[in-house]
């Protein structure tokens, strides 16, 4: 069975500052897609970023990017120059490629101070 | 903004009673998904469904039936409703493509059973 960790239930950063939110996985898998999701309070839950585990280039969008480390199973996200919507609770997510069963992690609860 | 749709939003219901949480989406998905989350805490999946006629049990074990007769309408129901079932219920669906693979959410609705 697939695990998804998140180690840090909780984290804060200072406007346009940047922080980086961790995610380790544990699949015998070969064919998988890994992304973050984003969850503002009280609103759908929308797609940050994705990543293909065939890809070595780390996915990029905007101000989020990936650090995508296949050997170690990590699949960190960094925010550069932090905005205040950008709090939310961020879930990270595996996808199996066999049949595309999508298991989410704890989630970390990310807060942006003026 | 994603085709998916979940009714009703918030349900307050008694004991005992039998209810069905409805979920439909317009983007001819053939993967659908439900989940359980408490309020800010992780996604759990109880349901899963590859396609029409199609439906397994996700990682966490529930009370609650679902049926995928067309492949738009992926409906939960629970027999008989009972406190420990109080959370929110979220409905996602995604395309089974290795192009595209981004589950989209609903907004969720919130089940309160006294």
């Known amino acids: 069975a697939q695990t998804v960790t998140q180690s840090q239930p909780e984290m804060s950063v200072q406007e346009a500052e940047t922080v980086t939110l961790s995610c380790t996985y544990d699949?015998?898998?070969?064919?998988?897609?890994l992304f973050w999701y984003k969850q503002p309070p009280s609103r759908q839950m929308i797609l940050v970023i994705r990543?293909?585990?065939?890809?070595?280039q780390n996915a990029t969008e905007n101000r989020f990017s990936v650090n995508f480390q296949k050997a170690a199973k990590s699949f960190s996200l960094k925010i550069s120059d932090s905005q205040l919507g950008d709090t939310a609770m961020y879930f990270c997510?595996?996808?199996?490629?066999?049949?595309?069963?999508?298991?989410f992690g704890k989630g970390t609860l990310l807060t942006v101070n003026p | 903004e994603a085709d998916i749709y979940q009714t009703p939003r918030y349900l307050v219901i008694g004991t005992g009673k039998k209810i069905t949480l409805e979920c439909s989406q317009t983007?001819?998905?053939?993967?659908m998904y439900w989940y359980q989350q408490d309020p800010g805490m992780e996604l759990h999946l109880i349901h899963y469904?590859?396609?029409?006629?199609?439906?397994e049990k996700g990682d966490l074990s529930s009370e609650s039936t679902v049926s995928r007769i067309r492949t738009e309408h992926f409906p939960l129901t629970l027999e008989s409703a009972r406190p420990s079932h109080t959370s929110q219920y979220l409905c996602?669906?995604?395309?089974?493509?290795?192009?595209?693979?981004?589950?989209?959410f609903g907004q969720g609705t919130r089940l309160t059973v006294v």
């Open positions: 983007m001819g998905h053939d993967k």
């Open positions: 996602a669906s995604s395309e089974s493509s290795r192009v595209n693979t981004e589950a989209f």
């Open positions: 469904s590859y396609g029409v006629n199609s439906t």
């Open positions: 699949t015998s898998e070969n064919n998988y897609y």
């Open positions: 990543q293909e585990a065939y890809k070595q």
């Open positions: 997510a595996f996808m199996r490629g066999s049949n595309y069963k999508l298991t």
